[in-house]
């Protein structure tokens, strides 16, 4: 994103947290729980992590060996669910039997056994076309299949604003439970809609085993970097087919390679680790429109790019105009090693005067940025006479209207729904 760099260092750990790996490595390691010992945790918050569950039960009394919130591997954003490791048995039945529906970060909790092997991906289901509205719940979802059998886990898909996206998941104890729910329930009308319901299978299972591909984005590139220098800087790696700088300022590049292997080690050996005239690149596999074809909003590739590229970067409003990069820098490094930095001015409405600046800050890892989140949202770091800062992940352009048309037709929904209301 800009601004100076530094070198890279890695984060402390802290008692109770899975640090999780860098952002655009890969994923963090499985952790292998003694399930009689496991606990699930669901309903959590966006901005509850794995040090905020494993001080919360500490604090309760309890005894816990660690706790772990899962994360989406794309954005490396919380999936709100996780799982608490005890010491004894007798401390896991006594915190599901004391704290389910306990109120964490102003969400109630689901405390769940946690079965003896991985839920069986064959009995969850998903649901879609169910309403797109405030006033259809996670209950409404969870009352529609609870017939078909025990459910082990009800998820419906929200907005920010807590409206439904219009789908769910529900993972039931079996496979013929779900296969009976899906039997039953797709393509009948429920809710004034036709609903659809399926086997959900993760991305994970419908990818083929063992990735090929050769093309590569490469971000972050000196104005003063050739594309001659680019391949240099890559033929290091194996045969480059192709290099091209593209983009504003041409910070932007793409190198094809012969070979998947050969890219794979470029990206290794340069993401986030190689330097150039103060800069330090970004290298991640270029996401093709083949890739892309499922999303049918249409996002360019590129930008698809961009954010798989920066997941742990942050996005802040309300900096005093008066804070410096220096102070600013001080201030973040609480939260782990910066690794881009960038602050830009923003004019009063209307006039020429500075009214404030907002931040973009790129953390070496995933976990950081989401420790910046916690200590900083809605803080007054530089004082309290100044309004409090806004603390985020940094969303893309097509991210930001995609969520604004959606909440804009939620509005307008709540507006026909309590229309009809006062007219019954």
């Given amino acids: 994103m800009g601004g100076s760099w530094n070198n890279q260092m890695n984060m402390p750990s802290f008692p109770g947290m899975n640090m999780g790996a860098a952002a655009g490595g890969p994923p963090r390691a499985k952790i292998d729980y003694n399930n009689k010992l496991c606990l699930y945790i669901g309903n ?48 896991t039945k006594r915190c599901m039997s004391e704290q389910n529906n306990a109120i964490i970060n102003g969400r109630n909790i689901v405390l769940n056994e946690k079965k003896n092997t991985d839920f069986d991906s064959a009995a969850n289901v998903l649901i879609k076309n169910l309403p797109r509205e405030a006033t259809f719940t996670q209950t409404d979802l969870y009352q529609l299949c609870v017939e078909f059998g025990k459910i082990v886990s009800c998820k419906l898909e929200v907005t920010r604003d807590n409206v439904s996206r219009g789908y769910g998941y529900v993972q039931f104890n079996s496979k013929e439970n779900a296969s009976s729910a899906i039997e039953k329930l797709n393509g009948t009308e429920h809710f004034g809609k036709e609903i659809a319901v399926t086997v959900h299978s993760k991305k994970n299972e419908r990818e083929e085993a063992g990735e090929s591909f050769t ?44 070979t998947h292997e050969q890219a794979a080690a470029a990206i290794e050996a340069l993401d986030s680790k190689k330097e150039i005239d103060g800069k330090v690149l970004f290298v991640s596999k270029f996401i093709s429109q ?42 973040f490094d609480k939260a782990g090693k910066i690794i881009s930095l960038k602050l830009k001015e923003r004019n009063a409405v209307g006039t020429t005067e500075l009214a404030s600046k907002i931040g973009y800050v790129c953390y070496e890892e995933v976990r950081q940025a989401q420790k910046c989140i916690q200590l900083f949202d809605q803080t007054s770091p530089f004082g309290y006479g100044y309004r409090p800062l806004k603390v985020e992940f940094w969303q893309s352009k097509f991210d930001l209207i995609h969520e604004n048309e959606e909440k804009n037709i939620n509005q307008v929904k709540k507006f026909i729904h309590f229309i009809q209301h006062e007219m019954q």
């Avoid at 790019?305 to 997941?311: A, D, I, P, Q, Y």
């Fill in 44 to 91: 959590l918050s966006q901005t509850t992590f794995d040090n905020d569950l494993f001080k919360f039960f500490k604090n309760k009394g309890y005894h816990l060996r660690n706790a772990q919130v899962m994360l989406n591997n794309e954005t490396r954003k919380s999936k709100q669910y996780g799982y608490l490791n005890f010491y004894t048995e007798d401390e």
């Fill in 215 to 258: 093309n590569l984005f490469v971000k972050n590139i000196p104005a003063t970097f050739s594309e001659e220098n680019l391949r240099e800087l890559f033929n290091e790696f194996g045969e480059v087919q192709s290099v091209a700088k593209k983009g504003e300022g041409k910070d932007i590049g793409f190198v094809q390679f012969k």
């Fill in 290 to 331: 083949n890739d892309n074809r499922s999303n049918t909003q249409k996002e360019s590739t590129i930008g698809q790019t961009m954010k798989e590229t920066f997941k742990s970067n942050i996005f802040i409003r309300n900096i005093p105009k008066e804070v410096g990069e220096e102070e600013f820098r001080s201030e």
